[in-house]
């Protein structure tokens, strides 16, 4: 479980314009690839869908998840975007990811409805998902990244790989 303690204000990029937990502490939580073009695209249009804080953002490079968020592994971050519940103030102890956190979203913002009937297609969850990650997988490809190379350790070539 998350605990909400007081929020170092390293979270995200300070110029960034996005609501972090710091700004919306009831907000749910979206995790993403701060260094990833397309994930970075993606977000800004999430919030702008959003309008009423809805939604609070954080870069899974950012300290605040490794300090806070201590189930999910950096390698999972680096598969899919995750989304964290948030029930006045508290973070849930579910984690949506990738497919199943954009099909939350698609009830969560009433922009997204139109989008929900796509998503809520029984059995179709596993498509969902695997379409999800072929192109979580090619992200870089697709729009590159803000930082390069990767790490020492070729963190990010998992990415670069068919």
């Known amino acids: 479980m998350v605990e909400n303690k007081t929020i170092d204000k390293s979270i995200s990029d300070p110029q960034s314009d996005l609501p972090s937990p710091l700004t919306a502490p009831k907000a749910d939580l979206v995790i993403y690839d701060g260094t990833c073009n397309f994930c970075s695209s993606q977000v800004r249009n999430l919030s ?5 804080n809805r939604l609070a953002f954080v870069s899974l490079h950012d300290p605040f ?23 006045d103030g508290e973070y849930s102890d579910r984690r949506l990811g990738g ?22 297609v029984p059995f ?4 969902q998902q695997w379409v999800y990650r072929q192109i979580a997988k090619r992200r ?6 803000k930082e ?14 068919d």
Not at 140 to 145: D, E, Q, W
């Open 48 to 52: 702008r869908f959003d309008g009423k």
């Open 65 to 87: 998840v490794a300090e806070q968020i201590t189930d999910l592994s950096h390698q999972q971050l680096m598969e899919q975007i995750f989304l964290i519940p948030n029930h």
């Open 99 to 120: 497919a199943a956190a954009i099909k939350y979203l698609t009830l969560r913002l009433p922009k997204l409805w139109i989008l929900a009937p796509l998503f809520h």
């Open 124 to 127: 179709t969850g596993s498509l």
């Open 140 to 145: 870089y490809k697709i729009a590159g990244k």
């Open 148 to 161: 390069d190379p990767c790490d020492d350790q070729g963190t990010c070539d998992l990415h670069f790989r």
